[in-house]
């Protein structure tokens, strides 16, 4: 009689126990809460306290496993070892390290080059990126001086790939990571300080942060799944209103996103989002999100991009997701180098490489030349006419206006028009 009368309370304990034990680790302020009351779209694709998917092993076949894409990226550059070189910018929580395969026809040297990254499986439930970003890969090893699209961005610019960021998450069937935390609300958040205290910063987001700070790169995208849209700068607002909220930069990031949206399969005749694309914080706000830190801290023009309308779809079904980003990742990757602004920064008497900074007229924002060369590559949207300025006494600039314009300028405090 005792223990019929103990079993109940004895149950109860287990389950609140089991309870606590699944409240995720600092959510409020590490990742699991929008500080804002945005309705239905803060539960979509990127809020921590959502209900865990139901992921079944039926859903999981046919996708790498972490070992499988270990494996899957070393041999890819023993493969293409004449353009690629695969290193690692840190280890998740679980010890699996982060592996990046850059792609370049010159991939052990820098170069005054623009570099693009992409980076994949953010979000642990969200696997479709890590496969399509192997995909992408393997076509460019495939058809470089077979295809002029391969062999422009392979002898134009570094490709930095990180097919995922998450692979504690994958492994645990859930979007955060290790310790639950949503890594796209980890980041400094130039709104909200919750972020900024080291101590707390997972190290998936302190592995990107110092590889941002190592090299410069010019842009970048994340693939995310759960919905099919081009997101773009500002993720947030200073109220946490929901609504149009635009970076300096804003007509270059609606050209970045149209160029994906309008290259994809049929993201652009979305009924959702016009054109395709979207503002984040029209969308729906979030707070210590990577691509704003990526513009503010990093000068790198980030989006976001939702690649499939399911988070996790079967594993059949990747090849034709990848076909239907295919030129969207092409083409956005093509643009660095077909248009915007490119040249060098250096001293007048020594032709010494100045890191310095060039600013467009009108726009709030400044791109800031590498310590390396000098080199700058700065986005912008072709067609318009812009004022440039670079400011460094004692200084010439070295430009190149995409496609074929080149003009080499004296004390460059001066300001010169674009075409």
Same mark, same amino acid.
């Given at each position: 009689? +005792?223990?019929?009368?103990?079993?109940?309370?004895?149950?109860? #304990?287990?389950?609140?126990?089991?309870?606590?034990?699944?409240?995720?680790?600092?959510?409020?302020?590490?990742?699991?809460?929008?500080?804002?009351?945005?309705?239905?779209?803060?539960?979509?694709?990127?809020?921590?306290?959502?209900?865990?998917?139901?992921?079944? $092993?039926?859903?999981?076949? *046919?996708?790498?496993?972490?070992?499988?894409?270990?494996?899957?990226?070393?041999?890819? *550059?023993?493969?293409?070892?004449?353009?690629?070189?695969? =290193?690692?910018? *840190?280890?998740?929580?679980?010890?699996?390290?982060?592996?990046?395969?850059?792609?370049?026809?010159?991939?052990?040297?820098?170069?005054? $080059?623009?570099?693009?990254?992409?980076?994949? /499986?953010?979000?642990?439930?969200?696997?479709?990126?890590?496969?399509?970003?192997?995909?992408?890969?393997?076509? #460019?090893?495939?058809?470089?001086?077979?295809?002029?699209?391969?062999?422009?961005?392979?002898? /134009?610019?570094?490709?930095?790939?990180?097919?995922?960021?998450?692979?504690?998450?994958?492994?645990?069937?859930?979007?955060?990571?290790?310790?639950?935390?949503?890594?796209? &609300?980890?980041?400094?958040?130039?709104?909200?300080?919750?972020?900024?205290? !080291?101590?707390? &910063?997972?190290? $998936?987001?302190?592995?990107?942060?110092?590889?941002?700070?190592?090299?410069?790169?010019?842009?970048?995208?994340?693939?995310?799944?759960?919905?099919?849209?081009?997101?773009?700068?500002?993720?947030?607002?200073?109220?946490?209103?929901?609504?149009?909220?635009?970076?300096?930069?804003?007509?270059?990031?609606?050209?970045?996103?149209?160029?994906?949206?309008?290259?994809?399969?049929?993201?652009?005749?979305?009924?959702?989002?016009?054109?395709? !694309?979207?503002?984040?914080?029209?969308?729906?706000?979030? =707070?210590?999100?990577?691509?704003?830190?990526?513009?503010?801290?990093?000068?790198?023009?980030?989006?976001?991009?939702? !690649?499939?309308?399911?988070?996790?779809?079967? +594993?059949?079904?990747?090849?034709?997701?990848?076909?239907?980003?295919?030129?969207?990742?092409?083409?956005?990757?093509?643009?660095?180098?077909?248009?915007?602004?490119?040249?060098?920064?250096?001293?007048?008497?020594?032709?010494?490489?100045?890191?310095?900074?060039?600013?467009?007229?009108?726009?709030?924002?400044?791109?800031?030349?590498?310590?390396?060369?000098?080199?700058?590559?700065? !986005?912008?949207?072709?067609?318009?006419?812009? $004022?440039?300025?670079?400011?460094?006494?004692?200084?010439?600039?070295?430009?190149?206006?995409?496609?074929?314009?080149?003009?080499?300028? *004296? /004390?460059?405090?001066?300001?010169?028009?674009?075409?």
């Amino acid at each position: 009689m +005792a223990i019929s009368r103990i079993h109940p309370l004895f149950l109860l #304990l287990l389950l609140l126990l089991r309870a606590f034990a699944l409240l995720p680790t600092q959510a409020a302020a590490r990742g699991g809460h929008d500080l804002s009351d945005d309705g239905d779209h803060g539960s979509v694709s990127r809020n921590l306290l959502q209900d865990k998917p139901h992921i079944t $092993e039926e859903m999981t076949r *046919g996708y790498m496993s972490n070992a499988e894409l270990e494996t899957a990226v070393h041999a890819f *550059g023993s493969r293409c070892s004449n353009i690629s070189r695969v =290193y690692s910018i *840190g280890k998740s929580v679980n010890d699996f390290p982060l592996l990046v395969i850059e792609i370049s026809d010159k991939p052990r040297q820098r170069e005054a $080059e623009p570099a693009f990254k992409f980076i994949g /499986n953010v979000h642990g439930d969200e696997p479709v990126g890590r496969e399509v970003l192997m995909h992408l890969a393997n076509w #460019l090893c495939d058809n470089y001086l077979k295809d002029p699209l391969a062999t422009l961005i392979v002898e /134009n610019m570094h490709l930095h790939i990180l097919p995922t960021m998450n692979p504690d998450g994958f492994a645990l069937r859930w979007r955060g990571n290790a310790n639950n935390i949503d890594l796209n &609300r980890d980041f400094p958040d130039q709104f909200f300080s919750v972020n900024n205290d !080291i101590n707390y &910063r997972q190290p $998936e987001t302190r592995a990107i942060m110092n590889w941002v700070k190592q090299e410069h790169f010019t842009a970048s995208a994340s693939l995310h799944g759960g919905a099919l849209v081009a997101n773009y700068p500002w993720d947030g607002t200073k109220d946490t209103g929901k609504r149009y909220y635009g970076c300096p930069d804003d007509k270059t990031f609606r050209h970045m996103a149209s160029v994906y949206s309008q290259s994809h399969y049929n993201m652009s005749l979305s009924k959702e989002f016009e054109g395709g !694309i979207t503002n984040g914080a029209l969308w729906y706000p979030i =707070y210590g999100g990577m691509q704003d830190w990526n513009y503010i801290h990093g000068g790198c023009f980030e989006l976001t991009l939702e !690649i499939s309308d399911t988070k996790w779809p079967k +594993a059949a079904e990747l090849s034709v997701i990848w076909e239907h980003n295919r030129m969207s990742m092409l083409n956005l990757l093509a643009s660095l180098i077909k248009s915007g602004v490119h040249g060098r920064i250096f001293a007048a008497d020594t032709g010494r490489p100045i890191p310095g900074s060039v600013t467009i007229k009108g726009i709030d924002s400044k791109v800031r030349a590498s310590r390396t060369f000098g080199d700058y590559h700065r !986005i912008i949207v072709p067609g318009e006419k812009y $004022e440039g300025t670079s400011l460094f006494p004692s200084a010439f600039m070295h430009m190149v206006i995409s496609p074929a314009v080149t003009k080499e300028i *004296g /004390n460059p405090q001066t300001s010169i028009s674009l075409p």
